[in-house]
């Protein structure tokens, strides 16, 4: 059997996966499209204000966002590597997170974001319910 290695989240880790297993198909969950934010030094609080309403507002002009949530991080592990703002979306399918990302008003926050942001890091799985 074919094979392929992913890397863990623990260091030095490595996680083996057939290379047939795919990831679930509607139906078996809803996908998640996990977003985290690291803003610029330079960015000002009223401009972050401006960005959290901007990414918020996609709910409503983007119709294959099922649902949007979002917060600013307060765990005391310290371990967000300087990310500070979070955002999870929801999507019912792959074919909608993808349209998503495509959408003239997705690309549109993405040249707001890029003024604003120093890093960001984004993870999509399908999460069982």
């Not at 901007?54 to 409503?60: D, E, M, P, S, Y």
């Not at 119709?63 to 955002?87: D, F, I, R, Y």
């Amino acid at each position: 059997m074919k094979r392929f290695i992913l890397p863990g989240l623990v260091l030095g880790t490595t996680l083996s996966l057939p290379a047939t297993a795919a990831p679930a198909k509607k139906g078996k969950g809803k996908l998640r499209h996990v977003v985290a934010f690291k803003f610029k030094d330079s960015a000002t609080k009223a401009e972050i204000r401006t960005l959290e309403d901007a990414f918020r507002g996609l709910k409503l002009k983007i119709p294959q966002v099922a649902k949007l949530e979002a917060g600013e991080n307060n765990s005391p592990e310290g371990l967000n590597k300087g990310c500070t703002h979070g955002w999870i979306l929801t999507f019912n399918s792959e074919k909608d997170r993808d349209d998503y990302l495509v959408h003239p008003d997705h690309k549109e926050f993405g040249k707001l974001a890029r003024a604003l942001v120093a890093d960001v890091f984004v993870l999509d799985f399908w999460a069982k319910e």
